[in-house]
T-cell receptor, first 115, second 112 residues
């Protein structure tokens, strides 16, 4: 049973550039959420995609955008990178049954460094 | 006030002891509560979830929920050095039905 996968593992970019991160959900899951985790902090919710639509968004600027494909995989795009965007980006997948109790499983993450 | 609060630690316990990790949350309407373990440089791994008041046991782990006190805890019995990690408490709130709200985590150190 394939778990959540993410690519790439590591990425180094310079300020002002754009980046695309990718995620494939766990087999059987249809919902993908993205989180940003700064060093020493807990993950912070960016947004969640379900049925190819952004269903909920956290407190992140419009520079952060995403997409979900018909096969449930997802992309996170960040434009005009800032130094403060350096973080571990986590994708979590779940099966949409009951939003209040759906368990989210995390992928290995993408470590983004902005220079 | 942070939505989910945890003591950052480190909490240091000897091997074989019970480790007790605590978490408080501010949204009284919160529905679901999760404990994740995160090793350094790795992603969070789900340990347990709990929805109802009381205790829930799974192997060496027990989650305890007290909604009246807005408090959730994780007990780890017979702690092992391999349990040394950061433990993240996460909550799904009533008006934020889809997102996990995380605390900053408690670092646990199990001494051999």
């Amino acid at each position: 049973d394939a778990g959540v996968t993410q690519s790439p593992t590591h990425l180094i970019k310079t300020r002002g550039q754009q980046v695309t991160l990718r995620c494939s959900p766990k087999s059987g899951h249809d919902t993908v959420s993205w989180y940003q985790q700064a060093l020493g902090q807990g993950p912070q919710f960016i947004f969640q995609y379900y049925e190819e639509e952004e269903r909920q968004r956290g407190n992140f600027p419009d520079r952060f955008s995403g997409h979900q494909f018909p096969n449930y995989s997802s992309e996170l795009n960040v434009n005009a990178l800032l130094l403060g965007d350096s973080a571990l980006y986590l994708c979590a997948s779940s099966l949409d049954r009951n939003p209040s109790t759906d368990t989210q499983y995390f992928g290995p993450g993408t470590r983004l460094t902005v220079l | 006030q942070k939505e989910v609060e945890q003591n950052s630690g480190p909490l240091s316990v000897p091997e074989g002891a019970i480790a007790s990790l605590n978490c408080t949350y501010s949204d009284r309407g919160s529905q679901s509560f999760f404990w994740y373990r995160q090793y350094s440089g790795k992603s969070p791994e789900l340990i347990m979830f709990i929805y109802s008041n009381g205790d829930k046991e799974d192997g060496r782990f027990t989650a305890q929920l007290n909604k009246a006190s807005q408090y959730v805890s994780l007990l780890i019995r017979d702690s092992q050095p391999s349990d040394s990690a950061t433990y993240l408490c996460a909550v799904i709130g009533m008006d934020s039905s889809y997102k996990l709200i995380f605390g900053s985590g408690t670092r646990l150190l199990v001494r051999p």
